[in-house]
Each structure stands twice: as C-alpha cells, then as structure tokens.
C-alpha cells in the first residue's frame, strides 16, 4: 500500500493556460474522487470515478473542467483557461468499497497546489 | 441540503490540555453518516472515524473519543491529553445515504494548535 499519489505537487501557471493534474489511487481501489479545497476552507467535492465511468460530477466543475479515468487506474484532471479563481488545492481520493452511498472510508493523496497568476 | 458547520476556526492549547473540537450538521436524510478528518500540514487528509445514523454510542480510541448527539445534531471530537504532534487541521464531515450520492461535505475546520 503506496497510499495515493498526486502529481505535480505545486503548478504555477500563468491565466489563460491548460494545465493537467494526475492521481494514481492505491491499487485495486476502484473508487476515485476528485476535491477542491481553498485556503481556510474545507474540501469541496468536484467528480467521482467508479472504475473508469464518471459517475458524479459536482456545479463546481464547469466546462472548462474535465476528468478522465482511462482503464480505471490513474485519472487525469484537466483544467483550461485557467483563471484566478482556479487558485486552490486539487485534492485525489480513492476506496475499495463496493456498494451504494457515501460511507466508505476514503484515502486522500496530498494534493496540487495550483497558482494561476 | 446538508451543512457542516465547525464554528472554532482556531484553538490554541497547552501540550496535556483535554481539547474539544464541536461540529453541528444539518441534514434531511435519516441515515447518514459522520466523518472526522485530520490534515496535518503534509497535507493529506487522514480518516480518523466514521458514524452512522443510528448508532449514537460514544467511541474512544486511545486519546481521542467522539460525542454523537442526534439530539442536537453534533458530532464533537475530544482529545484528551493533547500532544503537539496533534497540531493539524480537523475537518467533520457529512455524506447522506438517501440521495445515493458519493459527495462528502466538509465543515470549513478547525485548526489546532498544541504548544509545548
């Protein structure tokens, strides 16, 4: 068990520009989520992957948004024309549970840090 | 809808200090299910426990313990003895079963602070 990995750590980007997240959820773990968390505020829920469908997706995340989970394994968070209100704290989450609702214990990575200045 | 509210933004305490973080909750559903978050300032986010709607008894885990009132819709999370390796931020959280839906929602924290 590598826990959840989140890749960059911290982005610095310019407005205007496409930038691109990865999470690589433990493994077997075939829930993946996708939170959003600004200074001083708790974690805000943006999509969720069961496998490789996206099955839930948040008001947060507006069109210029996308997550992908090609096979299920690692996902991908994409983000175009940022803008200065993209500033936060991308967090990744995964579970193994199987089942339905949200009760299942989750396992956070530690997040990218995007600034878009 | 569902809310969390975690109205200590910051509490600041004495290493040995007991230490009681509150957290309100509001929501429409009857079974829904409670969560305690710690974020240290590495940054992930740690499961410390988890209750449901219908099993209100009081949990202790070695220092921490957790008081379910559905009465008043609290959750409050105590740590007894408090170390300053328990200087984090601590989120409550809240998921209803009813909807289906996978979204947890966090309260906005609280951040501890133990001094030596």
């Known amino acids: 068990d590598t826990g959840v990995s989140q890749d960059p750590r911290h982005k610095i980007t310019k407005r205007g520009q496409n930038v691109t997240f990865r999470c690589d959820p433990i493994s077997e773990h075939n829930r993946l989520y996708w939170y959003r968390q600004t200074l001083g505020q708790g974690p805000e829920f943006l999509t969720y992957?069961?496998?490789?469908?996206?099955?839930?997706k948040s008001r947060l995340l507006s069109d210029r948004f996308s997550a992908e989970r090609p096979k299920g394994s690692f996902s991908t968070l994409e983000i175009q024309r940022t803008e200065q209100g993209d500033s936060a704290m991308y967090l990744c989450a995964s579970s193994p549970r199987q089942g339905a609702g949200g009760n299942e214990k989750l396992f956070f990575g530690s997040g990218t840090q995007l600034s878009v200045l | 809808a569902q809310k969390v509210t975690q109205a200590q933004t910051e509490i600041s305490v004495v290493e040995k200090e007991d230490v009681t973080l509150d957290c309100v909750y509001e929501?429409?559903?009857?079974?829904?299910?409670l969560f305690w978050y710690k974020q240290p300032p590495s940054g992930e986010l740690v499961f410390l426990i988890r209750?449901?709607?219908?099993?209100?008894q009081n949990e202790i885990s070695g220092r921490y313990s957790w008081n379910f009132q559905k009465s008043t819709s609290s959750f409050n999370f105590t740590i007894t003895a408090s170390q300053v390796v328990d200087s984090a931020v601590y989120f409550c959280?809240?998921?209803?079963?009813?909807?289906?839906?996978?979204?947890?929602?966090f309260g906005s924290g609280t951040r501890l602070q133990v001094q030596p």
């Open positions: 992957f069961q496998n490789e469908a996206q099955l839930e």
């Open positions: 209750r449901n709607s219908f099993d209100e």
């Open positions: 959280a809240l998921s209803e079963e009813y909807t289906g839906r996978r979204a947890l929602t």
């Open positions: 929501t429409r559903d009857t079974t829904y299910y």
